[in-house]
């Protein structure tokens, strides 16, 4: 979120006439929540971000499908689950390389992929300011069904374990 701040911060700075608010979903530790609400307003960033708590059920999906974007800039993601919720809400997602889901993601066209430094960010989020296309909306939608539902990941699991079981094959 640091990171997320910093290049909002730069995107202000480049594009004041911008019209964009970042909502931050979930809750932390306090002193922590409040070293990134000092770090918002030392940014000159208060007036654009909503401090939402924990949200979750039905609040949660209607609050990913009205954003624009999901942005993670990770340094280090080993899956990034609230990607893949994102993504089933019809969310294009933002995510640096370092998210282990970001090379599905740019395969299926449901989001991009872009480094965590706030200057390349800025510039992706400059491009990319008007909002995802329908067609990438529609894309992250279709990459959550077909590899992040249950009856996907069932299928994949039911396929690997007949793999295990079959009897290997003999030259």
């Known amino acids: ?18 019209h964009w608010q970042l909502d931050i979903a ?14 918002a307003a030392q940014l000159n960033l208060t007036h654009r971000c909503r401090w939402l708590g924990h ?11 009205q954003a624009d974007w999901f942005l993670l800039p990770s ?12 993504l ?18 740019e395969g299926a066209g449901a989001g991009l992929v872009c480094s965590s430094e706030p200057e390349a960010l800025c510039l992706v989020l400059r491009r990319h300011d008007q909002g995802p296309s329908s067609a990438m909306r529609l894309a992250a939608r279709s990459l959550a069904e077909t590899t992040f539902s249950w009856s996907s990941i069932a299928d994949q699991l039911e396929t ?3 793999r295990m079981l079959s009897p290997p094959s003999v030259p």
């Open 1 to 18: 979120l640091e990171v997320l701040l910093k290049v909002l911060a730069l995107f202000q700075a480049a594009s004041p006439q911008s």
């Open 26 to 39: 979930g809750s932390g530790e306090p002193a922590y929540l409040a070293s990134l609400q000092k770090l």
């Open 55 to 65: 949200v979750q059920g039905e609040a949660k999906t209607s609050l990913l499908q």
């Open 75 to 86: 340094a280090a993601e080993n899956f990034g689950i609230a990607v893949v919720e994102a």
């Open 88 to 105: 089933a809400a019809g969310t294009p997602v933002i995510v640096s390389p370092q998210v282990a889901v970001a090379e599905l993601i």
């Open 160 to 162: 690997r374990y007949r």
